[in-house]
């Protein structure tokens, strides 16, 4: 049994774009339900490849076909994830408390000031969105807060996604989207550290 977990794991996290094309096109006959799914799977299994699945979503379907399904399907899986750990993540959340005692300053820093750090990290390509879920989802951040701040950050994040992956070769040949996508990573790194910066003060 742990063998088989070990291949699957294996399978899935060296997954690649002509991979994706490929499964996305043997289960073209289901529509839109792959290309959501495949986002939404990412969410509760974090090794998975999620540039490599926003890109062959934007390469399959087009850029802003794939930039929708890749959307919807990241937004379904972090609200999952967010009301199984508020649902169940009680005594976890005391576990943590206990264990990481500074946590306590994240924690409190998320229920403070809600949206504006949570939008802020699901802009940024690089931030475990998995752990992010499970914090807020164990914090008091209200529901509606979280709703808003996924909405919005992830569809920014998963449309420099879906630009880069729909014609990645045309970053070449066009070299202002280099310029466009570098700019773009700057201000959210810039934002990431304000915000970091921001916390570690308080």
Sequence with gaps: MIE??????????????KQIQEL??????LGPIPGIGLPAI???LPFLPLFIIVAGNASA??????????????VIGACLIFLLARRFGGRFSRYIADKYPKADRFF?????????????????????????NIAAGIS???????VASVLLGK????????????????????????????????????AGKRVE??????
């Design 24 to 29: 996305l096109h043997d289960y073209s006959s």
């Design 42 to 44: 990412e969410a509760l």
């Design 155 to 190: 569809s920014v994040m998963v449309f420099m996604m879906s630009f880069i992956g729909h014609d990645w070769q045309g970053l070449f040949y066009y070299p202002w989207r280099i310029v466009l996508v570098a700019a773009v990573l700057f201000i959210l790194w810039y």
């Design 61 to 74: 379907y087009g850029l802003w076909l794939g930039f929708l399904y890749s959307w919807i399907g990241t």
């Design 108 to 132: 409190s820093w998320i229920e403070r000031k809600g949206f504006t750090p949570l939008f802020v990290m699901y802009c940024f390509p690089f931030t475990p969105s998995f752990f992010v």
């Design 140 to 146: 008091t951040v209200p529901l509606r807060t979280y």
């Design 4 to 17: 088989w977990f070990e291949r699957i794991y294996k399978f899935l996290s060296q997954l690649d774009m």
């Design 197 to 202: 910066k921001r916390y570690q003060v308080r």
